[in-house]
């Protein structure tokens, strides 16, 4: 079940960005487009529908809505333009990651909400005051 879930989990992430080249591709058709748009905006967005701190509820519209929203446009595609967009997304998510990157990154933001938190303390915040 778990091996299911993961490969699931990589089609859609896969099906995602797919849908993402799709709506860029001027072959794809208006209605298409703006509906490819939408759902990837939504599955890349950080703000959803239910904030996920919900219990159970707050994944539900990740693990509906947006694999609707892919089939929807899945199926308004033209197939050259998904086969065109999948073999792009394939690349793309094949292609490695930078790991310095993705540290400086983690770095940045501990560095800023360290600063806000000494800036915070220093504003006298956290005093019962």
Wanted: aromatic share 10%; charged share 15%; proline share 7%.
């Amino acid at each position: 079940m778990l091996k299911w879930l993961k490969s699931w989990a990589r089609q859609v992430k896969q099906d995602v960005v797919a849908v993402y080249f799709a709506a860029r591709d001027p072959r794809t058709p208006l209605l298409a487009r703006v509906l490819a748009l939408l759902v990837a905006a939504y599955a890349l967005s950080p703000i959803d529908l239910i904030p996920d701190f919900i219990p159970v509820v707050g994944y539900l519209d990740d693990l509906i809505i947006v694999p609707l929203g892919l089939l929807a446009v899945i199926r308004l595609l033209p197939p050259y333009v998904l086969a065109a967009s999948r073999a792009r997304a394939s690349a793309e998510l094949a292609r490695p990651r930078s790991r310095i990157a993705a540290a400086c990154f983690v770095l940045a933001w501990l560095a800023a909400g360290g600063w806000l938190v000494h800036h915070a303390w220093s504003l006298e915040w956290f005093s019962a005051g």
